[in-house]
């Protein structure tokens, strides 16, 4: 196997480092790295663990390098024989790194290797622990905060990430490589394993959820792919985006977010719309965590990707069987939508609304509850369309308060996320009517005012006992615009400032 080794040199700007990639043998337990040779400019270097990750700019294309610590021969002959004992001795703990930390030493002890280990032990412990209680070769990918998604197409190739400082692609290749289908294939044995489930050829195509709360799906070997076993991650975040950080983004402008804000706390019924990657989880995360503090809220998911800091929040998801020769008992969206309108919540939410089910959100608004979902459509002529075949008829469209069209557009040689429209939903004469409420421009890279009230705002001013509902949304416009130039945008942060805001306004 290949180390990466890392020699930094000035270039020729002063504030300019560059990075030298070379390569020289290592051994196959520890790391597997793709041998990539470059010479580019540093954009970014920060530490995961131990670990250091560089993102570089070689010629154009961005690079995701991890750099491990680096390894001796005795440091080689260690590994391999503690690693063996660690498989004779390790028993289930809900403490294993300390357990796996005595281990080492007993290891030491027992096999004669005390001052190697003694000598070395910072780089065996952080080597054995990687690839015994995280997750191996990806294991600093999946504890980076800033990498949201992580995909292996086939053994020999680079992984892909993606990157949330990195803007202008959406997917880069990293150093990180399976060197061969089986070293693959027993990747993704041990994934399942740890998530509770197991992988076959059998049943190679498989979604799970890790202990984290990643989503991942893997395809095993080449029963349904060309190529060999693949995967893909979809990571959790442990620090959810905030609507502050949105605006901070330009997603969306002050004004929209305390628009939305307005109809969210009214217990409007809000449906955001958008292609894969748009943004349209994330817009939903961060909307609902601005709903009062003391509501209660049930959301409904496939896979657990939103996280709110509400006491009385209840997170459902759906149960599936795990083959189709066991006994199953599944429980699906509709089941849990049931569900959750007898749980007399404030809000009820759906991660991603696909089928029939959606109709009991129209219930759910139809009786007084705040509804939000999302929903792969690109423009509310799609979305109706596609709902109206699923038997939502032209009465029940009525109760959809607004419609919020969210994009990934490139943008001066970056990829941005946009919403590019937010419509209302508006009684007529024919029924009902989608009327455009705010628009983003694309050559100023900026949205809309609004300077009256409209429909859905005069109904949220009725619900919360406004009386001037403009002066309201200028007053929480300036709020959220604060918190933007105080650089206020952390999870934490805007959780304390809601309390104050709320209970300022009681």
Known sequence: MKLLKLKLKKSKSPKTKQLRITVSPFFKPLILSSGIVSTGDIIRSYNVGVATVYLINDKGRIL????????????????????????????????IESLLKNIIWEAAEELGIYDIVNTHYKVLEYYILR???????????????????????????????????VASYRWINSNIVFPSEDHLRRYIVKLAQKAGTSVSTAYPVREFRLPEGHRVIVNFGYEVTGRGSSLTIRKFPQDPLTLVYLVKDNMLSSTMAAYLWLILEAL??????????????????????????????????????IRLPHERWKSYYVKRGLSLSE?????????????????RAEYVCVGEARGREVIYLFQAASVGSGSVTTWHADSPEQMITRMKTLGITDDLFQNIWCIVLTKKVRLQGRWVRRITNIYEVQPSSEGYSV????????????????DNPTYRLTLAARRLCIDDVMEELEYRRE??????????????SLVTFLHDFYRMRI
């Open 327 to 343: 006994f199953k008992i599944e429980i699906g969206l509709g089941d849990l939508l049931k569900a959750a309108l007898r749980e």
């Open 479 to 492: 709020f959220i615009e604060s918190l933007v130039i105080s650089d206020k945008l952390d999870y934490k």
């Open 64 to 95: 995701y390098i991890v750099d491990e610590p680096k390894v001796t021969s005795e440091v080689e002959y260690a590994y391999n024989q503690i690693m063996d004992y660690v498989s004779f001795k390790l028993k289930a703990s809900e403490n």
């Open 131 to 165: 690839d015994v209680a995280g997750y191996g070769i990806l294991d600093v990918p999946l504890r980076d905060p800033d990498v949201e998604d992580i995909s292996i197409e086939s053994a020999g190739v680079p992984a892909g990430i993606v990157h949330r400082r």
């Open 435 to 450: 009327v455009e409420v705010f628009h983003w421009n694309s050559h100023g890279d900026s949205f809309n005012t609004l």
């Open 268 to 305: 409007g019924f809000i449906i955001i719309i958008g292609s894969m990657g748009s943004g349209k989880t994330t817009l939903l995360q961060s909307l609902l965590m601005l709903a009062p503090p003391d509501a209660k809220i049930v959301t409904i998911e496939d896979t657990p990707e």
